[in-house]
């Protein structure tokens, strides 16, 4: 491939191997869509000393792994126009960035909806505080749940690593088609075994829980969850309409992954590396 790879050490000590550029001939390049290791430099860099344990894809919903949304606390008021944009990120702020000020005139016909990895899972009582503070039309709104794998909403375990990632995904999205549109929650795994977002890509497509041998024991989750608590019932396969609009706001910011790593996620006859 004409390749040169190397070994880059973080400051924290771990290590990536990667390379800058790498070739094919062109009679291989319409058979193969990446190479792995290639050009990404998209590892996270780990603060905890000694050795790294990688958890599994099917974790992914489990507090402290992957990238997880971060807080400094309380703040000292609140802000509801642009005058702290480069502080506070609010509703405001969304709509202004991405000039999205929607008012919905078909919601009947749109549809949308988000994904979410048990044991995390929204609390109502945050969506309302949210709702009371920077989106009035919310109030008294909720996500329509859609249970994956036995997913649910579970409130056995409140604090920010279990309520973070939910929250705010379900605040801003709603916030955003505001509350004239139902959004669907796409609420994915059960308590015990937890689930993948190939555990999610299956559920909305049928043709995907069996694409090159279908999923991976290892890293997603195992349905009927055999497990004390586990969910009995079969792996959802195309059970699932999907929404027209769907955000799973886990792994990777899509301007870190090339084309077609994006392809992957979204394209029903591939399956995702995770």
């Known amino acids: 491939m004409n390749t040169e790879y190397n070994v880059y050490t973080h400051i924290s000590g771990k ?8 070739h094919l001939p062109e009679h291989v390049q319409p058979h193969v869509d990446f190479v792995i290791p290639f050009v990404h430099f998209d590892a996270k860099a780990n603060s905890r000393s000694g050795g790294e344990t990688i958890s ?3 974790d992914i919903g489990q507090p402290g792994v992957g990238i997880n949304p971060k807080t400094t606390g309380t703040i000292s008021g609140i802000i509801g ?3 702290q944009y480069d502080e506070y990120i609010t509703p405001i702020c969304f709509r202004t960035l991405y000039a999205l000020f929607y008012e919905p005139v078909a919601t009947d016909r749109n549809s949308f909806g988000v994904g979410e ?3 995390q899972a929204y609390l109502q009582s945050d969506l309302q505080m949210f709702a009371q503070n920077y989106s009035t039309d919310l109030i008294g709104k909720e996500p329509y749940l859609v249970s994956i794998d036995g997913g649910y909403a579970q409130t056995t375990y409140e604090d920010f690593g279990y309520n973070g990632e939910s929250d705010l995904d379900l605040q801003y999205g709603i916030s955003l088609v505001t509350g004239e549109q139902t ?3 796409y609420q994915t795994g059960d308590m015990v ?7 999610f890509l299956d559920a909305i497509d049928g043709s995907y829980c069996s694409f090159e041998g279908g999923g991976d024991p290892n890293e997603d989750g195992v349905y009927p969850d055999t497990q004390p608590g586990g969910y009995a019932g079969p792996l959802a396969c195309g059970t699932v309409k999907p929404a027209y609009v ?3 706001s886990y792994g990777y910011n899509e301007a870190d992954l090339i084309p077609v790593l994006r392809r992957a996620a979204v394209a029903p006859s591939t399956r ?3």
Do not use: K, M, Q
Request: glycine share 4%; net charge negative; charged share 20%.
């Open 15 to 22: 290590e990536h191997v990667a390379c800058e550029v790498y």
């Open 56 to 58: 599994p894809a099917r």
């Open 81 to 83: 126009e642009l005058e």
């Open 117 to 119: 990895y048990t044991p």
């Open 183 to 185: 959004v669907s929650l």
């Open 193 to 199: 075994e937890g689930a993948s977002f190939n555990n």
């Open 246 to 248: 769907i955000s799973t």
């Open 272 to 274: 995702s590396s995770d």
